[in-house]
């Protein structure tokens, strides 16, 4: 196990107490994410579907490398290390329906 | 609510809005929030990932995201929202934007008719739908 920092994107902080950031003890950056929802009751199903896998709209960073170009969640931890987590933006001005806005 | 964006703020995003034109470009607000208030400081460009459907639609780089938001962190600020442009379109959230939100943060949408730079309208989800929020500079 090794003390890594989870960073909590402003969207996300409603579970945590309005923290940015979390530290975790964890080997890999899917245990550092369990303990993390295990803390922050809510937030673990904003990141993880119920399959088990990251969800389509979350990207999740150790250091400077997206988690999908490693070994997932799967991916191993070392000692202060920093996980991100980055919310998928996306959007646009096309729309078949009218807005949305109230 | 107010959203404050500084004049120099404003007229970077317009000229950013100019060259992107008539393609959609989008980026990342950067600042503090209080209760009542989203001071924006700094706000960065962005690429645009879906290049096939540049003219109505945008995806952040999610890397371009994380570095957004480690020079927040270096300052001592946030990403306190997302930018972007309308071309040909009004400065209010589509339903595109309105399902792929996120709830606190600022979306600064700045439109942009036949190159020309309209007024700025800042929202913000609550619950369903966007809530418009004053917009100062």
Known sequence: MNTVTVRIPMPLRSYTGGADEIAVEAATVRQALEVLGARHEGILNRVIDPSGELRQFVNVFVGARNVQVLDGLATPLAKGDVISIIPAVAGGHHDRLRPMAR | MTVRL??????????????????????????????????????????????????????????????AGERAFGLGLDVVGIWHTHPDHPARPSETDRARAWEAWIY??????????????????NGSGFVEHVLKS
């Open chain 2, 6 to 67: 500084p004049r120099d703020l404003r007229h970077v995003l317009e000229c950013w809005a100019r060259e992107n034109y008539p393609q959609e470009a989008c980026g990342v607000l950067i600042g503090r929030q209080t209760d009542s208030e989203v001071a924006i400081a700094d706000v960065v460009h962005t690429r645009n990932l879906n290049i096939e459907r540049a003219r109505d639609r945008f995806e952040l780089d999610p890397g371009d995201l994380l570095r």
């Open chain 2, 108 to 125: 600064l949408i700045v439109p942009i008719r036949k190159g020309a730079v309209g007024e700025p309208r800042a929202w913000r989800l």
